[in-house]
């Protein structure tokens, strides 16, 4: 199985420490840090956890993205992140989408955190370049968007672009809802209730483990409930995390 993701990429940077005291010039506490996890995050895990899955995946992404870095800053005991710090947010770039030979791949994932690296027109023309493209994306969804298989996006992301959508893209939502699970055409499909660690790269996670799961059997609704399982998996990590199939 071939898939490609095409999206915008950062360096995901958690410093962990002992937070014991506050700082006696202002009420913030103070990080005696004791540890430093680098890894990729926004559309390289993406590419991580179909990797992870045993996907031959390709990605197209920013090639500066190692030094666009999001740091957290977090107690080692409580799992509680005080402070991030993001630099260079401004300088993603904009994508190239020439020479991709389409066929190849049995699915496309596009990763839009929608800091440039990919227009409205870029996404148009990629849902229409192949018929299995499964979209993420932060931007208020239009008529660009019609031809994506489906389209993931969290509870806050819909409110946001409910009032933009119509009957095409309805029936292509799959609305992710944290704790209550996610929804599809109406329908509820629950999680379990877990102890949360972090919740970073968890809906990075669930696109991958449903474009792959999709791929395989061509049954949305199985498809559905396996990414349900891999991020609730990684949820229940520190950090942003990858899925691990044997413990699936």
Request: overall charge negative.
């Amino acid at each position: 199985m071939r898939i490609l993701v095409i999206g915008e990429s950062c360096n995901d940077v958690y410093v962990y420490g002992n937070m014991n005291r506050l700082a006696p010039e202002a009420p913030v506490p103070v990080l005696q840090p004791t540890e430093e996890v680098y890894i990729g995050g926004m559309s390289m895990n993406v590419l991580q956890n179909l990797e992870a899955l045993g996907v031959e995946a390709q990605i197209i992404t920013n090639k500066n993205w190692q030094s666009i870095t999001k740091v957290r800053y977090i107690d080692s005991k409580t799992n509680q992140m005080t402070l991030r710090v993001d630099s260079k947010d401004d300088q993603y770039g904009r994508a190239s989408l020439s020479n991709i030979d389409w066929p190849t791949f049995q699915a496309v994932i596009i990763s839009d955190y929608h800091k440039g690296f990919l227009t409205e027109q870029d996404i148009e023309l990629i849902v229409s370049s192949h018929s299995n493209v499964f979209l993420d994306t932060k931007k208020t969804l239009g008529s660009w968007a019609n031809a994506a298989r489906f389209i993931k996006i969290n509870n806050f992301e819909y409110q946001n672009t409910k009032h933009t959508l119509t009957p095409d893209l309805v029936e292509r939502l799959i609305i992710t809802l944290g704790s209550n699970g996610c929804t599809h055409k109406d329908k509820n499909y629950p999680v379990p209730s877990v102890d949360v660690k972090d919740v970073c790269g968890a809906g990075d996670t669930f696109v991958a483990a449903l474009a792959y799961h999709y791929i395989q059997t061509k049954d949305i609704e199985l498809a559905i409930e396996f990414a349900n399982r891999c991020a609730t998996q990684v949820i229940q990590k520190k950090g942003t995390s990858k899925i691990n199939i044997n413990n699936l």
